[in-house]
T-cell receptor
């Protein structure tokens, strides 16, 4: 079974620029998650999708972050404009459905904002 | 906010020794999961224990859950250098099955 694919692997941008991350979950997985992991910390949930609908985005900084999953498969996460404190690894994960045993994570996109 | 808190934050042991990591959490859960993360990589699901279970085994891993104390432990027996990684507990809570991670334990196993 193919894993969760994320791109790009690394990204360096200047503050106030915009950036987008892409995620392709495991085929058939209805639930998709975006997490932000700052160096030395545990992942923090940004947004959870069930198919193409948002289940929870309470921790998404909506003034600068946006995410979509238009056809219920791939998803993109965008930051506009980026701040220095957005430097982190952005992890995408998917599961068969809510409450399924264990998530499958992608390798993440490491973002550095300078 | 983080639901689970791991203890210790860092652990260094010799190959062959056992490693024990603890996790405490604050609210009711559906289940508790443990993940491993190698440096610069994504997280790998290790084991899930449901709220009505007390102990679970998987290979060299043993997980316990005490819902009265809102705590869990992960034991890795006969550790190997390849076990060097960060280990995170994550609690599945609420109707939306949100997974909330703790800060992790950084384990180093010296050959």
């Amino acid at each position: 079974e193919a894993g969760v694919a994320q791109s790009p692997r690394y990204k360096i941008i200047e503050k106030r620029q915009s950036v987008a991350f892409w995620c392709n979950p495991i085929s058939g997985h209805a639930t998709l998650y975006w997490y932000q992991q700052i160096l030395g910390q545990g992942p923090k949930l940004l947004i959870q999708f069930q198919n193409n609908g948002v289940v929870d985005d309470s921790q998404l900084p909506k003034d600068r972050f946006s995410a979509e999953r238009l056809k219920g498969v791939d998803s993109t996460l965008k930051i506009q404009p980026a701040k220095l404190e957005d430097s982190a690894v952005y992890l995408c994960a998917s599961s068969l459905h809510q409450g399924a045993s264990g998530y499958t994570f992608g390798s993440g996109t490491r973002l550095t904002v300078v | 906010s983080q639901q689970g808190e791991e203890d210790p934050q860092a652990l260094s042991i010799q190959e062959g020794e056992n490693a024990t990591m603890n996790c405490s959490y604050k609210t009711s859960i559906n289940n508790l999961q443990w993940y491993r993360q190698n440096s610069g990589r994504g997280l790998v699901h290790l084991i899930l224990i449901r709220s009505n279970e007390r102990e679970k085994h998987s290979g060299r891993l043993r997980v316990t859950l005490d819902t009265s104390k809102k705590s869990s432990s992960l034991l890795i027996t006969a550790s190997r250098a390849a076990d060097t990684a960060s280990y995170f507990c994550a609690t599945d809570e609420g109707a939306g099955n949100m997974l909330t991670f703790g800060g992790g334990t950084r384990l180093m196993v010296k050959p």
